[in-house]
């Protein structure tokens, strides 16, 4: 701010300037104008006390610009590198394989949301207690929120990957919650060891267990199990 409040007392100085034959014919003191912040200098002359220095020095000095049009001067200055600096985009999700700590948190919170779904279920038919369509649609709605949590807290392209087989753990432990709702609603019998062989079971175990992993290394590596 001071280096401009300088400068533009100095445009103003100079639109006083008189012209150079007069200049010549005064009583005339050379002294160098050091501009703050800037490697230039200029010379400056005191003439019946009044300063007065060359546009086109100081505009060196400066690392500004000269324009001409008609009897109007132009100096021109260069951008601050504080307020007039323009903004940087935002960053974009970044491209490694390292999952981020938030998206890592929130998994983590979706995963354990599935686990209790898949153990009440579990619980459910060891037991031949009746899997309803209001007692599944509790334990959906806390994993479906955990899921919405998760990929809002995505941020990098291993945490998309990543949600992506939370995405299909979640898929299939409702596909395999309207399995045992369809059964009781048809009245057919359960074995109590039918949850345990059901193989869409064993594939979320499967990807629960790969996705572990990958938290506790806190590395994206797809090895296929959730597909």
């Known amino acids: 701010m001071r ?3 300088l400068l533009v007392r100095l445009m103003l100085v100079l639109l006083l300037i008189v012209p150079a ?3 010549s014919q005064a009583q005339q003191q ?3 104008l050091n501009v703050e912040g800037k490697s230039g200098e200029a010379t400056v002359l005191q003439i019946n006390g009044r300063s007065y220095v060359d546009l086109e020095a100081l505009a060196r000095a400066v690392n500004g610009s000269l324009s001409f049009n008609g009897n109007r001067i132009t100096l021109t200055l260069p951008a601050s590198s504080g307020s007039n600096a323009t903004a940087a985009p ?3 999700p970044t491209a490694s394989s390292g999952l981020s700590k938030e998206f890592m948190k929130a998994g983590i919170e979706e995963m354990s949301a599935i686990r209790e779904w898949r153990s009440a ?3 459910a038919v060891q037991n031949g207690y009746p899997v309803t369509e209001d007692w599944v649609g509790a334990y959906r709605g806390q994993a479906a929120t955990s899921l919405r949590l998760a990929s809002v807290a995505v941020s990098t392209d ?3 990957s990543a949600y992506q087989l939370i995405s299909n753990v979640f ?3 409702q596909q395999l919650s309207n399995k045992y709702v369809a059964a009781r609603k048809s009245l ?3 074995a109590p060891d039918s949850l345990k062989n059901d193989p869409l079971n064993q594939k979320i175990l499967s990807c629960a267990r790969s996705l572990a992993s990958m938290a506790a290394s806190g590395q994206f590596v797809d090895d296929g199990s959730c597909h």
């Open 3 to 5: 280096e401009k409040a």
């Open 21 to 23: 034959l007069a200049l």
């Open 30 to 32: 050379t002294q160098t």
């Open 90 to 92: 935002p960053a974009s």
């Open 121 to 123: 279920l579990a619980n």
């Open 158 to 160: 291993s945490d998309g």
């Open 171 to 173: 898929d299939n432990m």
């Open 188 to 190: 057919n019998y359960m």
